[in-house]
């Protein structure tokens, strides 16, 4: 049986330009589900869940500059709440 205890990390963000509006990613280290939001939430009962392609998510929250993120794995290992701003 596979054990993993640590939750999943992100290892790369960026807004795609070449959609139109761009559309803020986020790149995983491991396969796992992530939800976004404007403002601070409970991954269990708050966030809009990211759709996701392998290991890329996108966000499915309005347009902004500021998006805090929580992912979790398949083992139920979940991330502390990143902030990611950009400028």
């Known amino acids: ?22 559309v803020f990613k986020i790149e995983l280290n491991e396969e796992g589900i992530c939800k976004d939001n404007l403002v601070q939430f409970d991954f269990d009962k708050e966030g809009n869940l990211m759709t996701k392609d392998g290991n890329v998510h996108i966000s499915s929250s309005e ?20 902030q990611i701003q950009f400028v």
């Open 63 to 82: 347009q902004s500059n500021l998006y805090y993120v929580i992912c979790r794995d398949s083992f139920n290992n979940t991330m502390s709440q990143a």
């Open 1 to 22: 049986m596979t054990s993993d205890v640590n939750p999943p990390a992100i290892v790369r963000t960026y807004k795609d330009s070449g959609l139109q509006p761009p």
